[in-house]
Structure formats: structure tokens, C-alpha cells
């Protein structure tokens, strides 16, 4: 009889190779076992569920395959490029190397944002530093209104415009390379509101190795960290605009000073993570 350990595909088996799994995932997460679900799914291109109710079969190249991904992940490279999607808001948002890849925090700058537009009746929003388009897309989706994104990354324009297809709303997202709101000068007028989530990270924080393989020019806003929102809010004139960013966890203090009308708001964790000025006329 052909021992057991030799027959892939059965439930034992599949348990074993992810158990290997989940001692090489352990080194760069906290969530072992779902980054070994995930990248198993997404090899056998099955949902998780299926994998814990014992109903796939994998061959032995596809577990191979997996073990190859386990151990490129376990190197530190980021599980969603990888999987090539993240979820964000409920969707799932096409990602890949070169992009940023949305965080958690952004999806409670869209849910202010969403309330904000509510609230003043806004038509018009700007999303600078779009990268997957995560922002803009939800705005346009879930409000209902028209968005200029700008990113520096041609990779960024190019993936922010696919996900604006994947979610319908080509035809209320334009994006457009470049720095700010360059862009968009000739539709300056028109933009009542501006959202962003810049680069915050101060220039030789330590990060994580996953966090390193991030495009840099999406992390890092010089020595301090500020270089965007001084640049941003010496360029423009806003009167009449509302404008809400993301900040780092202890930039408030400062970013008050640069910006003295600035109001900051905190995330769930109790963090002051949100920078608001409104200086609508009304
Ligand atoms: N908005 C996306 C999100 O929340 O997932 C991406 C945020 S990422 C932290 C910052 C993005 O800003 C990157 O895509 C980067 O390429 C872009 N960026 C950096 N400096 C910029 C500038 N001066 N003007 C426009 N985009 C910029
Ligand atoms: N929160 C990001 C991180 O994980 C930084 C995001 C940003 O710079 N906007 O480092």
C-alpha cells in the first residue's frame, strides 16, 4: 500500500502542507494562517471556505506552487501583491507591485468623506496621490460624484483606471499624471473638495520588509514627513474648498502650526489620523 504522505490530496495531507505553511508565515505575520488560506485559495483558485471544509484536492505541482509562494512571502514580499487584490470598503481592489497598497485607516477617511459630501452637497472631489484609486473610486461609487485623481506613478494612473472600470464609475473618474493638482488646473474651479492620503512617513523610519517593498515615493514625505501638505497647502489657494487628508499618528501638533485653521480628527484606535479644513464661504 502506497503510504499515506505520499497520496496528495487528501484532507491529512493538505492539513500537514499548510501546518509548514504557517511555521514559514510566521516570521513576517501575525495572521499565519489566513495568509496560508489566502495563498492556497489563490493558488487552486477556490475560495477558503472550501479548504476548511476538507472539499479540495490539490495535485502535487499546485501544492508546490503554494510552498513556492509561502516561502517568497515569508521573504517578506507583501501577501496582496501576491494574491493581486485587497479589500477595501467591500471591494475588491485590483493591487500590484509598484502601488500602494490600501490600508485600513483610508477606509475611515472615505466613510468621513462620504459624510462631509453629504452634508455640504459637494459634486465635485479631488483625489491627489490616488494610487489604486481606492479613494476616488469609493467617492464616485458610493456618492455619486464626479473625481480628478492625480498621481506622479504611471503604474498608479494606469491601476486606479482599471479599478475605476472594475466598479463602473469610468465615466465620473478621470485620472491624470502629475504632481498635486497640476493635472487638473483648467478644472480647478470646479473642485469643492479634496481628499488625499500622501506620503507621511518620515525619510529613515524603520518599516516593516513587506512595508519596504512599497513604492517609496508613496511612504515617504521627507525628513520630517510634511513635505506634501507644505507644499500642498503653499501652492494652492483653497478658499471656498474642503479639503481632508490622512496624517501620520503624531504629526497633528505640527500640522497645526503649518496649517493653523486645520481641525484634526481621530481614528478608531483614538489617533488623531485625519486633517480637516473647511474653508467653505457658508
Ligand atoms: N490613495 C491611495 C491609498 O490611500 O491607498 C494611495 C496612497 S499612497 C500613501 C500615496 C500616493 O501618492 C502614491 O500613489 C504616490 O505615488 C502618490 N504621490 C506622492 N507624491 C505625490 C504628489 N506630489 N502628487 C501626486 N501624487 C503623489
Ligand atoms: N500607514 C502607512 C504605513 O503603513 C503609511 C501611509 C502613508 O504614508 N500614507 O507605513
Not at 501544492?63 to 509562494?69: D, K, N, S, T, Y
Not at 494574491?83 to 477606509?107: A, D, M, S
Not at 459624510?115 to 456618492?143: H, M, N, P, R, S
Not at 516593516?208 to 514625505?221: K, S, Y
Request: include cysteine.
Amino acid at each position: 500500500m502506497v503510504p499515506r504522505e505520499d497520496v496528495p490530496g487528501t484532507e491529512g495531507e493538505v492539513w500537514d502542507w499548510i501546518k509548514k505553511a504557517v511555521s514559514f508565515l510566521k516570521a513576517v505575520t501575525d495572521s499565519p494562517t489566513t495568509e496560508a488560506l489566502l495563498l492556497l485559495s489563490h493558488v487552486l483558485r477556490v475560495r477558503k471556505e472550501k479548504i476548511l471544509l476538507g472539499l479540495i484536492h490539490p495535485s502535487r505541482e499546485e501544492l508546490e506552487e503554494f510552498m513556492a509562494l509561502v516561502k517568497k512571502r515569508s521573504e517578506g514580499y507583501p501577501l496582496h501583491y501576491i494574491l493581486g487584490f485587497k479589500e477595501f470598503f467591500g471591494l475588491p481592489f485590483l493591487v500590484e507591485e509598484g502601488v500602494f497598497i490600501p490600508r485600513p485607516e483610508t477606509e475611515e477617511l472615505v466613510e468621513k468623506a462620504l459624510e462631509l459630501i453629504g452634508e455640504y452637497g459637494v459634486k465635485v472631489v479631488a483625489d491627489v496621490g490616488t494610487g489604486t484609486g481606492v479613494i476616488g473610486v469609493c467617492l464616485a461609487k458610493f456618492a455619486g460624484v464626479k473625481v480628478y485623481a492625480t498621481d506622479v506613478s504611471d503604474k498608479a494612473v494606469m491601476v486606479s483606471r482599471k479599478n475605476a472600470e472594475r466598479f463602473g464609475v469610468e465615466d465620473k473618474f478621470f485620472v491624470r499624471k502629475g504632481e498635486f493638482l497640476e493635472p487638473f488646473k483648467d478644472e480647478y474651479d470646479e473642485i469643492e473638495m479634496v481628499v488625499s492620503n500622501p506620503p507621511y512617513v518620515r525619510e529613515g523610519a524603520k518599516l516593516a520588509v513587506d512595508v519596504m517593498r512599497e513604492p517609496p515615493e508613496a511612504l515617504f514625505g521627507g525628513p520630517d514627513g510634511l513635505e506634501f501638505y507644505k507644499k500642498f497647502f503653499q501652492l494652492y489657494d483653497l478658499n471656498g474648498k474642503v479639503v481632508l487628508m490622512e496624517i501620520g499618528e503624531y504629526q497633528a501638533e505640527e500640522l497645526g502650526r503649518i496649517v493653523p485653521d486645520a481641525q484634526f480628527l481621530k481614528d478608531s484606535s483614538g489617533a488623531y489620523r485625519f486633517l480637516l479644513v473647511n474653508r467653505r464661504s457658508s
